[in-house]
């Protein structure tokens, strides 16, 4: 069975130019779950089209999920069971009226945290790790590590999932 890399987009539609949508569209094997939506963020619709996606296939998957998406992704788990292998969680916003789970994910987790998020601080991000139960890779200071900031191809996010994908250390 092949790794299947899902795409678990956040709040808006991302930029074309997007380091997920360079990678739908450099890469095979990488798909979005669900197709990105626009604004608002609703988690309902969100983590039932994730579940679709991922029952349409036994075979395991590795959630790849920016900003709001990460939300999804922990939504999702405290739900539901499923082919997922790991996630790599970027950038979660901080959202704190917001009752999202804070339980440990029970697949292998990996959140990348920027030091000059604008939606999280680097401390409000290790906050979500350890409630998630995930790994933390600094990423330095990369803003929401969003097209705006400069990331179109992102290389260490692709070396991040490749070792996800194949049980390996960061």
Do not use: N
């Not at 890399?5 to 360079?22: M, N």
């Amino acid at each position: 069975m092949s790794v299947r890399r899902l795409l678990v987009p956040g709040r808006g539609v991302a930029h074309p130019e997007h380091w997920s949508w360079e990678w739908v569209r450099r890469r095979s094997g990488y798909a979005w779950a669900p197709e990105p939506p626009g604004p608002p963020y609703e988690p309902e619709p969100r983590v039932a089209a994730l579940q679709a996606v991922l029952a349409a296939s036994p075979d395991p998957a590795v959630l790849i999920a920016h900003s709001a998406g990460c939300l999804t992704v922990a939504y999702w788990a405290e739900r539901h069971t499923g082919p997922v292998q790991a996630a790599l969680l970027v950038t979660p916003p901080f959202v704190g009226d917001m009752a999202v789970p804070r339980r440990p994910l029970p697949f292998r987790t990996v959140v990348v945290a920027s030091r000059t998020d604008p939606h999280a601080t680097f401390e409000q991000a290790e906050e979500w790790a350890r409630a998630w139960g995930a790994e933390v890779v600094d990423a330095g200071p990369v803003g929401h590590l969003d097209s705006k900031t400069g990331f179109g191809p992102w290389p260490r996010g692709e070396r991040l999932v490749e070792a996800l994908c194949g049980g390996e250390p960061l």
